[in-house]
């Protein structure tokens, strides 16, 4: 998909632009992040989808792991920063995982103890890993710039399946489906500097289903009640 030296490159050519559209990401990340964690403790359920959650843990966790390949191999400092970046994801990321574990016991599986309930998102939370280190091994994807995309927007599927289930606006943000848009455009505008596979069809047509999505659930969420907790809340 992408040479990873010429794609190293092509950022120390770039790195003013190119940082700037990650800065915007990271900002919008952030704000996923926050609004997550503090929807969740005020609304009292989970808000970041179990998959999404377990996916990102993986992916940033797998990152971190091979610290040797980024500080000795690349030794590049594109590289290098994400993997400081990273670690502090993987320590949110297992927050949000605790959310669920803590929130979504009588809404996912009430007939389980909540020992159960833990062992079993302790296994599914493998089971994911399994099969993205499976993905990942046939990616042409060395520096996880494709990864990053994915990751961006993967849990917007499972927001509206979510949605779907409570039929109700309960751990749901305008702002965070927006944020999703926000992150996608701006990392596919920097990859786009270092590598032509982000011009190809395949990756903007990617682009453009999962602008859409986002949106499509927004207006969703729009249609929807809000929680009997939250009655009258606005949509954030």
């Not at 020992?115 to 998102?121: E, H, S, V």
């Amino acid at each position: 998909m992408y040479d990873p030296q010429a794609a190293l490159r092509a950022i120390d050519l770039h790195v003013a632009s190119i940082m700037s559209c990650l800065f915007v990401a990271m900002v919008f990340a952030f704000v996923y992040f926050v609004i997550a964690f503090v929807m969740a403790r005020r609304q009292g359920v989970y808000v970041v989808p179990f998959t999404g959650a377990a996916l990102f843990f993986w992916h940033d966790l797998s990152y971190v792991f091979f610290y040797d390949k980024w500080f000795h191999v690349y030794a590049h400092w594109w590289v290098e920063m994400w993997w400081f970046a990273l670690v502090g994801t993987v320590l949110l990321e297992i927050v949000m995982l605790y959310q669920v574990y803590r929130y979504g016991h009588q809404e996912l599986w009430p007939s389980l103890s909540k020992g159960a309930f833990g062992a079993l998102l302790i296994l599914g939370t493998f089971f994911i890993g399994a099969l993205w280190m499976l993905v990942k091994s046939i990616l042409a994807d060395e520096l996880y710039f494709i990864s990053f995309a994915v990751t961006a927007v993967f849990s917007v599927p499972f927001h509206t399946a979510i949605m779907s289930r409570r039929q109700s606006r309960s751990g749901q943000s305008v702002v965070m489906e927006l944020s999703t848009i926000v992150m996608l455009l701006s990392e596919s505008a920097a990859f786009m500097q270092v590598a032509p596979f982000f011009h190809s069809p395949v990756y903007l047509c990617f682009v453009a289903a999962f602008v859409c999505w986002p949106l499509a659930n927004v207006f969703l969420m729009l249609q929807l009640p809000a929680s009997a907790r939250e009655s009258g809340d606005p949509a954030i």
